[in-house]
Nanobody, 121 residues
Framework: QVQLVESGGGLVQAGGSLRLSCAASGRSFSLYAAAWFRQAPGKEREFVATISWGSGPAAYSDSVKGRFTISRDIPKNTVYLQMNSLKPEDTAVYYC??????????????WGQGTQVTVSS
């Protein structure tokens, strides 16, 4: 089992950058696929990015491809989401998740509490 804690959210102007962190405790995070999801007010939760076990391949939603980068620091047991060129439509609560398979439609068994990202225009 693994416990996840996100941090790094905040308020940023459009065009700015933020880096979200997802720190894991319990089992080694590298044993799990990891992902970021987000949920804006009044909208369904949506997939943002995923990375496979270890530092395996990553995949992104079309809305963030080329702007966001997911990465993993294995010794620190942490997954990151570097967000550049932020847009107001990126405003949402961002959630980190861990599971046994990567992918936008995979099942993720472990979730963090979320961190708020607000992008002002």
């Amino acid at each position: 089992q693994v416990q996840l804690v996100e941090s790094g959210g905040g308020l940023v102007q459009a065009g700015g950058s933020l880096r979200l962190s997802c720190a894991a405790s319990g089992r080694s995070f590298s044993l799990y696929a990891a992902a970021w999801f987000r949920q804006a007010p009044g909208k369904e939760r949506e997939f943002v990015a995923t990375i496979s076990w270890g530092s395996g391949p990553a995949a992104y939603s079309d809305s963030v491809k080329g702007r966001f980068t997911i990465s993993r620091d294995i010794p620190k047991n942490t997954v990151y989401l570097q967000m550049n060129s932020l847009k107001p439509e990126d405003t949402a609560v961002y959630y980190c998740a861990a599971g046994y398979s990567p992918g936008s439609t995979a099942r993720y068994d472990y979730w963090g509490q979320g961190t708020q990202v607000t992008v002002s225009s």
